[in-house]
């Protein structure tokens, strides 16, 4: 069956397979994320998501400016265009703010995700909406936009010759049977390893491996129960405090491992939809990194995995950049309105920019190559982004510092490399291997200040997927960076996986 190309007056259906190459789910949009440290703040003090909004907020608005500035496409679920304070603010504005929205939309920018609806505009479930306000002023702009406009909505599925059928089954194996794959997954992997990744102690390790086997066995006893592994059941029975809502976000101290099991259904959760969609998942600062799942994927790049040792290297040996003088960025991006972000993507420096890293990830082999341009047009992005700051008196600008960081994960090894304005810098964390046989990981780009501020402009994304074929590559490619000039191991205790600075069966399916 062949799924539908119409439009309706105001929606364009496509399908995962017709996002843009660059396309990203931005994990700081989910309506539950919160920075791992605020998290456990949260759970000492007893606070919930409301207690924390004007904090939490801040960080989520920044994080959403980011993703649409570094990327050429942001998959949105649905339900946190009207759910989520940081993006809502802008639609119960009204004004200028909800028209950038309306052209966000309207240009492809923001795609919504639609899961059970056929429409941007469908009422949510019953139970689901709680935020009446947010909703009606995303109806209100939906309704607003101009007759010309279309609103691209992605969904597995949209043959309706059997009554969503296909679409349920779609979702079904895409979706939800992944997300409770990798949950059971979970005491598959490394203990020692994924307990230091989410800042257990050593001497905790056992004990939260048992306590992951409950989360393990309470997931096996849904599917066998033929109900829906989801991340709300879990939430409901390892996390939050009895008897309140999960949206709340009300996490409890009495639950062992409370914050660090969150961390790892959020991850889990977001990376899952990335991976449905075919696209990548954008991780904010202070979120647990995907290397911590300790996983095999497919590539997520058109030049497929790198698995040489000697091309892998390519990436963490020193660059020669252009000389960056005299520039300035704007110490936080969230001081920009969402009207400056449409205008930013309008301008030739967004553009350039954008398409110089898309052709790096279309080619990462030609790294060397490919790199200076990236780094060049972000530079001059910067620029424009400062610009528009001082047009609202908002910049508060730092002296800048431009660097190139390479993130280059193999198993739980992590190795970096830094250049840039005369600076050079490689590292490795190694870790014990957490799987035999063929080792998979990443090569992650970083473009930022080499002082960073906790919301400065900065880029970071996933460029090519590696795979090696077994343990004697890795050493392989361990030896080759040893041997690179001024090398240092910083292994020791192992760090925990969240990002730095530097770096669901039923007929009627429930939200995801």
């Known amino acids: 069956m062949t799924d539908v190309d119409s439009s309706d007056g105001l929606m364009t259906p496509i399908r995962p397979e017709q996002l843009e190459p660059g396309a990203v789910i931005a994990q700081s949009l989910d309506n539950q994320w919160v920075p791992a440290q605020l998290t456990k703040d949260m759970i000492e003090q007893g606070r919930s998501l409301d207690q924390v909004a004007e904090q939490r907020v801040q960080e989520v608005r920044a994080e959403y400016f980011r993703s649409l500035i570094n990327a050429s496409q942001v998959v949105i679920n649905r339900a946190y265009l009207y759910n989520n304070d940081a993006i809502n603010c802008d639609l119960l504005e009204g004004g200028e703010a909800r028209t950038a929205h309306q052209r966000l939309l309207a240009s492809g920018a923001i795609v919504p995700f639609l899961l059970n609806e056929r429409h941007p505009g469908e009422e949510p479930p019953a139970y689901l909406h709680q935020r009446h306000a947010g909703f009606a002023a995303w109806q209100e702009t939906l309704a607003g936009l101009p007759a010309a406009d279309r609103v691209r909505c992605v969904r597995m599925s949209w043959d309706d010759s059997a009554g969503d059928q296909e679409n349920r089954e779609r979702t079904r194996?895409?979706?939800?049977?992944?997300?409770?794959?990798?949950?059971?997954?979970?005491?598959?992997?490394?203990?020692?390893?994924?307990?230091?990744?989410?800042?257990?102690?050593?001497?905790?390790?056992?004990?939260?491996?048992?306590?992951?086997?409950?989360?393990?066995?309470?997931?096996?006893?849904?599917?066998?129960?033929?109900?829906?592994?989801?991340?709300?059941?879990?939430?409901?029975?390892?996390?939050?405090?009895?008897?309140?809502?999960?949206?709340?976000?009300?996490?409890?101290?009495?639950?062992?491992?409370?914050?660090?099991?969150?961390?790892?259904?959020?991850?889990?959760?977001?990376?899952?939809?990335?991976?449905?969609?075919?696209?990548?998942?954008?991780?904010?600062?202070?979120?647990?990194?995907?290397?911590?799942?300790?996983?095999?994927?497919?590539?997520?790049?058109?030049?497929?995995?790198?698995?040489?040792?000697?091309?892998?290297?390519?990436?963490?040996?020193?660059?020669?950049?252009?000389?960056?003088?005299?520039?300035?960025?704007?110490?936080?991006?969230?001081?920009?309105?969402?009207?400056?972000?449409?205008?930013?993507?309008?301008?030739?420096?967004?553009?350039?920019?954008?398409?110089?890293?898309?052709?790096?990830?279309?080619?990462?082999?030609?790294?060397?190559?490919?790199?200076?341009?990236?780094?060049?047009?972000?530079?001059?992005?910067?620029?424009?982004?400062?610009?528009?700051?001082?047009?609202?008196?908002?910049?508060?600008?730092?002296?800048?510092?431009?660097?190139?960081?390479?993130?280059?994960?193999?198993?739980?090894?992590?190795?970096?490399?830094?250049?840039?304005?005369?600076?050079?810098?490689?590292?490795?964390?190694?870790?014990?291997?957490?799987?035999?046989?063929?080792?998979?990981?990443?090569?992650?780009?970083?473009?930022?200040?080499?002082?960073?501020?906790?919301?400065?402009?900065?880029?970071?994304?996933?460029?090519?997927a590696v795979r090696l074929a077994s343990e004697r590559e890795w050493s392989q490619f361990h030896d080759l960076v040893c041997r690179l000039p001024g090398y240092r191991d910083t292994s020791g205790p192992a760090p925990t996986a969240t990002a730095s600075a530097t770096t669901q069966d039923n007929e009627d399916l429930p939200e995801y």
């Open 173 to 464: 194996l895409r979706l939800f049977q992944p997300f409770a794959e990798k949950v059971q997954g979970l005491t598959a992997k490394d203990i020692d390893i994924l307990a230091a990744q989410v800042g257990v102690a050593g001497e905790d390790a056992d004990r939260f491996g048992r306590r992951l086997g409950e989360v393990v066995g309470f997931s096996n006893d849904l599917r066998v129960h033929r109900q829906p592994v989801v991340r709300n059941a879990l939430y409901e029975e390892f996390v939050s405090v009895p008897g309140t809502n999960v949206a709340e976000g009300r996490y409890d101290r009495d639950k062992p491992f409370a914050a660090e099991i969150k961390q790892l259904l959020d991850l889990i959760y977001n990376v899952n939809l990335a991976d449905a969609l075919g696209r990548y998942p954008l991780t904010p600062v202070g979120s647990l990194r995907r290397v911590a799942l300790q996983e095999a994927r497919e590539a997520r790049t058109t030049a497929g995995f790198v698995e040489d040792p000697e091309q892998l290297l390519t990436f963490l040996r020193r660059q020669a950049f252009a000389t960056v003088q005299d520039h300035l960025t704007p110490s936080a991006v969230n001081a920009l309105t969402l009207h400056d972000i449409w205008r930013l993507r309008q301008t030739s420096a967004w553009n350039a920019y954008i398409r110089a890293f898309g052709e790096l990830t279309a080619a990462p082999e030609a790294f060397h190559d490919s790199v200076g341009l990236v780094f060049d047009r972000y530079v001059q992005l910067n620029s424009e982004i400062l610009a528009l700051a001082r047009e609202r008196r908002h910049a508060r600008p730092n002296a800048w510092n431009p660097v190139v960081e390479v993130v280059v994960t193999v198993g739980a090894a992590v190795y970096t490399a830094v250049s840039g304005n005369g600076v050079w810098e490689v590292a490795g964390s190694v870790l014990p291997l957490a799987v035999s046989g063929s080792l998979t990981g990443s090569v992650q780009l970083v473009l930022r200040n080499l002082t960073p501020g906790r919301r400065e402009q900065r880029f970071a994304r996933e460029i090519a």
